[in-house]
C-alpha cells in the first residue's frame, strides 16, 4: 500500500498561532484529502487537495482558516490559522491508492491547542 | 448531500462471539464502502471493503454485506478476539471517483476474554 508521512506528529501550539502539517507519499498520486478528527469523534473531510488547482473544501471548512498547497503529485500542506483550542485535533492526510484501489490514511498530526 | 448513520454506538461481546455493526447512507450516487478500525492512539486502518457492484465480500472473519436497495452496509466479525476490541467506523463515498469519504460517528467494540 502506500506509504503516507506526516509531520508533525504531535504538536502543542499556542493560542492564536498557525501550524502547517505535510503530507508526503511514496508515489505519486491524483487526489489527496485532508480530515479532521476531533477528540474522540468520527472524522470529517475537510477539503480535497488538486493538483495544479485550488482546494475543494466541504461546508464548514474555509480555505482562509486552512489553506491547502499541492506543489506536486506526492506532497502536500494544511495549515491550520490562527488556532483557537477548538482546533485540537487528529489532522489526517489520505490518498486513493489506484493499484488496490483502496483509501489509506496517513498516522495523523496530532495537534493541542492551549 | 450524503449522511451515514452507525449502529450501535457501544457492543460488548464475548470472545468467540459474533459483532455486527450496521451502517445506513442517503446518497444512492455512493459507490465506494470502506470499513475502517482505530485502536486508541493510531490511526484508522481499513480492514475490509465493498463496491457498489457486489453484495458481499469475506476476508477470513470479517465480512461486509452491501444491500443498495435499502442503501445500508453492514460489518460481520466472527470468533471474536481481545485484540478486535476497537473503534470501528463505517464509510460512504461522496464523490463519483469513490475516493471522498463521509465517515458514519464509529462504533466502539469490546470483546472480552
Known amino acids: 500500500s502506500a506509504v503516507i508521512s506526516q509531520k508533525p506528529s504531535r504538536d502543542i501550539c499556542q493560542r492564536g498561532t498557525s501550524l502547517t502539517i505535510q503530507c508526503q507519499v511514496d508515489?505519486?498520486?491524483?487526489?489527496m484529502f485532508w480530515y479532521r478528527q476531533q477528540p474522540g469523534q468520527s472524522l470529517t473531510l475537510i477539503a480535497t487537495?488538486?493538483?495544479?488547482?485550488?482546494?475543494?473544501?466541504e461546508s464548514g471548512f474555509v480555505i482562509d482558516k486552512f489553506p491547502i498547497s499541492r506543489p506536486n503529485l506526492t506532497f502536500s500542506t494544511l495549515t491550520v490559522s490562527n488556532m483557537s483550542p477548538e482546533d485540537s485535533s487528529i489532522y489526517l492526510c489520505?490518498?486513493?491508492?489506484?493499484?488496490?484501489?483502496?483509501?489509506?490514511f496517513g498516522e495523523g498530526s496530532w495537534l493541542t491547542v492551549v | 448531500g450524503e449522511n451515514v448513520e452507525q449502529h450501535p454506538s457501544t457492543l460488548s461481546v464475548q470472545e468467540g462471539d459474533s459483532a455486527v455493526i450496521k451502517c445506513t447512507y442517503s446518497?444512492?450516487?455512493?459507490?465506494?464502502f470502506p470499513w475502517y478500525k482505530q485502536e486508541l492512539g493510531k490511526r484508522p486502518q481499513l480492514i475490509i471493503d465493498?463496491?457498489?457492484?457486489?453484495g458481499e465480500k469475506k476476508d477470513q472473519r470479517i465480512a461486509v454485506t452491501l444491500n443498495k436497495t435499502a442503501k445500508h452496509f453492514s460489518l460481520h466479525i466472527t470468533e471474536t478476539q481481545p485484540e478486535d476490541s476497537a473503534v470501528y467506523f463505517c464509510?460512504?463515498?461522496?464523490?463519483?471517483?469513490?475516493?471522498?469519504?463521509?465517515f458514519g460517528k464509529g462504533t466502539t467494540l469490546s470483546v472480552s476474554s
Open positions: 489520505s490518498v486513493l491508492d489506484r493499484g488496490r484501489n483502496t483509501i489509506y
Open positions: 508515489s505519486q498520486v491524483t487526489m
Open positions: 487537495a488538486n493538483q495544479g488547482s485550488e482546494a475543494t473544501y
Open positions: 446518497d444512492s450516487a455512493s459507490n465506494y
Open positions: 465493498i463496491r457498489s457492484n457486489v
Open positions: 464509510a460512504a463515498s461522496i464523490n463519483q471517483a469513490g475516493t471522498a469519504l463521509i
